[in-house]
């Protein structure tokens, strides 16, 4: 797979990359059979049930031709909000706040190598060109420099809004 993705460009890889009905597993597919009424995931935390049934709604949403209603269940609406709905948000407040006070300050870079260089000299190798994955803010990140060095955020700052 990794000598397919290689030999794409940056766009179809890129669309590959987050394409959810190439990397699914098989129990987060919908039933094949197109009489059924509810669809049950098992499985514990973290076999990617929300995933599933996210990418399955997003799908009939974006192929429907028709406006669909999609209802939101939950034991209680403000569990169901908290959960779906603005997770995002307050964990961008509480990011906001861990960088203002320098709680975090690290980054965690994931990439895939497109092209690189060794120094012959050195020894070290040079990145030429990378496909950036992801960013993530992590409190000791693997690389000592890799840090956040300012921010324009201050503990005042209220970067979401609700």
Request: hydrophobic letters at 40%; one cysteine or more.
């Amino acid at each position: 797979m990794s000598e397919l993705l290689d030999r794409m460009e940056a766009e179809p890889r890129r669309r590959c990359l987050h394409d959810f009905s190439i990397w699914a597993h098989e129990k987060q597919r919908e039933p094949e059979r197109s009489d059924w009424r509810r669809w049950l995931l098992l499985g514990g935390r973290g076999a990617g049930k929300s995933r599933a049934g996210a990418e399955w709604i997003k799908r009939r949403v974006r192929y429907a031709d028709r406006p669909l209603r999609v209802a939101l269940v939950g034991p209680s609406l403000p569990e169901a909000r908290s959960v779906s709905l603005t997770t995002a948000a307050r964990r961008a407040r509480d990011i906001a706040a861990f960088l203002a006070e320098g709680a975090i300050d690290g980054l965690s870079i994931g990439f895939r190598t497109v092209r690189a260089e060794r120094d012959r000299a050195s020894g070290l190798r040079r990145l030429i060109q990378l496909d950036l994955w992801e960013i993530s803010l992590v409190t000791f990140p693997m690389m000592a420099n890799a840090r956040i060095a300012a921010t324009s955020l201050s503990s005042t700052t209220n970067p979401v809004r609700t």
